[in-house]
């Protein structure tokens, strides 16, 4: 059974609201403790609110050009979960993730991302048509979530302890909202809509639960974003 789109436009501005304030714990981090890994999670939360508005706004018919606001939800959460992706990368790496190689990494990939698309998917050499960015970006998504999920577990088999599962739960259940997204891209299963924003405000509940919740002392608690 396929939501209602008044029942979808409702979650989309449920995800977005979340989102936001996702962001919002993060930004306030940042600017308490001047950790670049919490500023870059803030901007990736932001770019998929981004997202989650452009998605909103075409419901709503507030511009006619639709190709204007797929673009923008297609940008902006790709952005987004690569930002995710590069920041936790970064930090594994240095400590602290570093903005300007988190900017740089999502800027490139982004950009062959494009030109994969523009030579080789049809029609070739021209500009992919929206079904195809459609599916390679729910793809990208949901690879840049697991690979969160594999960063964000580190903790958890450090110090195995129930409430270092938060972050990496939510991350696992974004990445299933965009598994199921592929599904439906590619058999066109619009019914299994619904399921992607349980997995997704789920997810955000998560988070929001690993940054309210207090936790006790871990391990190199300084190279933590969440």
């Not at 993060?26 to 890994?37: D, E, I, K, S």
């Not at 998917?121 to 594999?150: H, I, K, N, R, T």
Request: hydrophobic content about 55%; proline content about 5%.
């Amino acid at each position: 059974m396929v939501p209602s789109p008044f029942l979808l436009v409702g979650l989309d501005l449920v995800s977005l609201l979340l989102e936001v304030v996702v962001a919002a714990f993060f930004l306030q981090t940042w600017r308490r403790t001047g950790n670049a890994t919490h500023l870059l999670f803030a901007i990736g939360f932001f770019l998929l609110a981004l997202g989650t508005g452009a998605v909103s706004s075409s419901a709503l018919d507030l511009l006619r050009n639709v190709e204007t606001w797929d673009g923008l939800r297609m940008g902006g959460q790709t952005g987004g979960a690569l930002v995710l992706f590069f920041s936790y990368a970064s930090m594994r790496r240095g400590g602290h993730a570093n903005i300007l190689r988190v900017a740089a990494a999502t800027i490139a990939f982004a950009a062959s991302l494009m030109v994969i698309l523009y030579v080789f998917v049809p029609p070739f050499l021209e500009v992919p048509s929206l079904e195809s960015m459609a599916v390679v970006a729910d793809a990208v998504q949901f690879l840049a979530y697991a690979g969160c999920v594999a960063f964000a577990s580190i903790t958890y088999r450090r110090v195995p302890q129930p409430e270092y599962l938060l972050v990496p739960g939510a991350f696992m259940l974004l990445a299933l909202s965009k598994y199921t997204w592929v599904l439906i891209d590619l058999s066109h299963a619009i019914n299994l809509v619904g399921f992607v924003y349980v997995w997704r405000i789920l997810a955000l509940g998560l988070l929001l639960g690993a940054l309210l919740l207090p936790r006790r002392p871990r391990p190199e608690a300084s190279r933590e974003p969440a």
